[in-house]
Nanobody, 115 residues
Framework: QVQLVESGGGLVQPGGSLRLSCAASISIFRLSNMGWYRQAPGKQRELVASITNVGTTNYVDSAKGRFTISRDNAKNTVYLQMNSLKPEDTATYYC?????????WGQGTQVTVSS
């Protein structure tokens, strides 16, 4: 079955950086679009960044210039580099895949930005 496993979350001070990873057990990973979503308490889940099967990226306005999504098809892994973190970035971050095998979600990794 398809599995997505996130890692790299943690507690960081404002202005700090974190790098999230999502490892996918998908043999056709190269044909899938990947995304990072986040959900804060009391708020709806939102798409933070996405990358298509051919490498085209997109970002929510609040992440532009601070976050970078990338993928390594040889490792079946997608990354989210987060710089200049702000308290409002605090949320559970989820990895998502969409492709020939349908849509799948990871269990999430917690990111907390606080002094």
């Amino acid at each position: 079955q398809v599995q997505l496993v996130e890692s790299g979350g943690g507690l960081v001070q404002p202005g700090g950086s974190l790098r999230l990873s999502c490892a996918a057990s998908i043999s056709i990973f190269r044909l899938s679009n990947m995304g990072w979503y986040r959900q804060a308490p009391g708020k709806q889940r939102e798409l933070v960044a996405s990358i298509t099967n051919v490498g085209t990226t997109n970002y929510v306005d609040s992440a532009k210039g601070r976050f970078t999504i990338s993928r390594d098809n040889a490792k079946n892994t997608v990354y989210l580099q987060m710089n200049s973190l702000k308290p409002e970035d605090t949320a559970t971050y989820y990895c998502n895949s969409a492709g020939p095998l349908g849509r799948h979600w990871g269990q999430g990794t917690q990111v907390t930005v606080s002094s």
